[in-house]
């Protein structure tokens, strides 16, 4: 059973930068479907990057609101997801959350958030 914790949130200025972490344990398939997702109060949940866990940044993906300012990674060393984020904006603030699947990540994969078997509990951003 996959675990996911994430940290790294916080409050911070627009322009500023925060870089978001996501533990994972408990893996049994031999890949996984990374990804980060955000919820806004009032509004659904989107998908905001994902990343094959044996990938490299060609398998990278981001939704069109992010693409420029943030970048996922992550280090295999440490079983660790990133996401930095960079000259955030109000628009920005959400509880954000770390989610992965079996498998690899597709096209399109942020938009097919019931694909996503595992979560974190979500770590808060907010931009003023």
């Known amino acids: 059973h996959v675990q996911l914790v994430e940290s790294g949130g916080g409050s911070v200025q627009a322009g500023g930068s925060l870089r978001l972490s996501c533990a994972a344990s408990?893996?049994?398939?031999?890949?996984?479907?990374m990804a980060w997702f955000r919820q806004a109060p009032g509004k659904q949940r989107e998908g905001v990057a994902a990343?094959?866990?044996?990938?490299?940044?060609?398998?990278?993906k981001y939704a069109d609101s992010v693409k420029g300012r943030f970048t996922i990674s992550q280090d295999k060393a440490k079983d660790t997801l990133h996401l930095q984020m960079n000259n955030l904006s109000p628009e920005d603030s959400a509880m954000y959350y770390c989610?992965?699947?079996?498998?690899?990540?597709?096209?399109?994969?942020?938009?097919?958030?019931?694909?996503?078997?595992?979560w974190g509990q979500g770590t808060q951003v907010t931009v003023s």
């Open positions: 408990g893996a049994t398939y031999s890949s996984y479907c």
């Open positions: 989610a992965a699947f079996g498998g690899d990540c597709y096209v399109g994969v942020l938009s097919y958030i019931a694909d996503f078997s595992y």
């Open positions: 990343i094959d866990s044996d990938g490299n940044d060609a398998s990278t």
